[in-house]
């Protein structure tokens, strides 16, 4: 298999998992605009936390390859047919991950806790009333909450606590999740944070943002915790201004 | 389900305070050929917990792997990494269950997928 991403006609389905979509590829395209500083990292253990259809994580597989470069892959979702169909895309494609039914990471906290490089999400991040949020079926797979939030902040402490002291974060949000509110939360946790990809597309506004351990973050004995460097925050401003101009630029995908 | 992921997974039901190793019950085991890469190993072998690999492996019928923890000088030796690549990453829990060391409470696992999920009662 020389293609470097999935192919769509061999990622496989299920009535109640979400399907490849604008966001998707929006998160595939950063991880390949991304492949070189990825292949330079050389990542041991990667992680997919909600594969559904399996197209991310399989993806990622083919564009890092697999044990023979070294690199691991574990992905885990809430919903029983996404695995089964993330287990069905992953073979079509030749590639292994293993799988784990979990809400996020549950069970795998404590020991993994620091083992992870990578980890990539595509949340569910519609803002919805809050109780659509976590319910059965395909609704969970967009379902976010109050400002898309409910599920992405869970999310970003467990993904904090996996990652290795010099882990990379994924992760897709829509404008009204007010990424730039989340920059901050993580730039505190000792992330720093840039836009890999930006994509309007009829209904959504999406960024696929890039965290990545900058300051060391280190404990003093009263538990408090301090950052040891302060650098200029660098994504900052550029997202301002890029708040602004997403509000008026239209690309002409279309919604799927 | 690789030994890898048993070696990483713990019970996290609400007021659990010991809850790794999970015991594994055997229905159906495959081995599957995984690439050998030695760096890989050598950077595992310090985040597993002997004695629940050793354990598990046994479980799944594999008794080649030394009793007692080895230090990290075997990770110069081609013959044990070879064991524990088998035993980390080939032998797979297909069909079977793990157990919760604490309450008993069994995680099933299907077609190789472990199921982590936790009823409410126990969040």
């Known amino acids: 298999m020389s293609s470097k991403i999935a192919r769509i006609d061999l990622v496989s389905s299920h009535p ?4 490849p979509c604008d966001d998707s590829f929006a998160l595939v395209d950063a991880l390949l605009s991304d492949r ?10 990667c992680m997919e936390v909600g594969c559904g259809s399996g197209y991310v994580i399989t993806s990622l597989a083919l564009m890092l390859g697999q044990e023979t470069t070294g690199v691991h892959y574990i992905a885990t979702d809430i919903n029983p047919h996404a695995l089964q169909v993330t287990s069905e895309t992953l073979k079509a494609h030749g590639v ?3 799988l784990i039914q979990a809400d996020i990471a549950s069970g795998l906290e404590k020991r993994m806790a620091g083992l992870v490089d990578v980890i990539v999400v595509n949340p569910p991040y519609v803002p919805t009333p809050e ?4 319910q059965e079926g395909i609704a969970s797979t967009w379902a976010g909450g109050e400002n898309g939030r409910r599920v992405i902040d869970r999310i970003l402490p467990v993904a904090d606590r996996l990652l290795s002291h010099k882990g990379w974060l994924y992760m897709l949000f829509l404008t009204s999740n007010n990424p730039s509110e989340i920059c ?3 730039k505190d946790k000792g992330f720093s944070a840039r836009i890999i990809v930006q994509r309007a597309t009829e209904e959504e506004n999406l960024l696929v943002i890039k965290f990545w351990r900058d300051s060391p973050v280190q404990a003093d004995t009263n538990g408090m915790v301090t950052t040891t460097k302060t650098e200029p925050f660098m994504a900052m401003g550029s997202l301002g201004s890029l708040f602004s101009r997403l509000s008026f630029w239209r690309s002409d995908n279309s919604s799927c | 389900m690789r030994l890898l992921i048993h ?3 713990s019970s996290n039901i609400k007021g659990v305070i010991n809850g790794f190793p999970l015991r594994i019950e055997v229905d159906k085991v495959e081995e599957k050929q995984v690439d050998f890469d030695a760096a890989f190993l050598r950077k595992m072998f310090h985040k597993i917990e002997w004695k629940a690999l050793l354990d598990a492996a046994l479980t799944l019928g594999y008794a080649e792997l030394p009793e007692e923890a080895p230090d990290s000088s075997v990770l110069e030796s081609d013959e044990f990494l070879q064991k524990f690549h088998h035993a980390l990453l080939e032998l797979d829990l297909e069909e079977g269950a793990l157990v919760c060391p604490e309450t008993g409470r069994k995680f099933p696992v299907t077609k ?8 409410e009662d126990e969040v």
């Open chain 1, 16 to 19: 109640e998992v979400y399907e």
């Open chain 1, 36 to 45: 070189t500083n990825l292949l330079d990292f050389h990542p041991r253990l």
């Open chain 1, 96 to 98: 292994h991950a293993e």
């Open chain 1, 131 to 134: 109780d659509e949020v976590g």
């Open chain 1, 184 to 186: 901050l939360q993580m």
């Open chain 2, 7 to 9: 070696n990483m997974l």
């Open chain 2, 112 to 119: 190789g997928i472990p199921n982590m999920l936790l009823h």
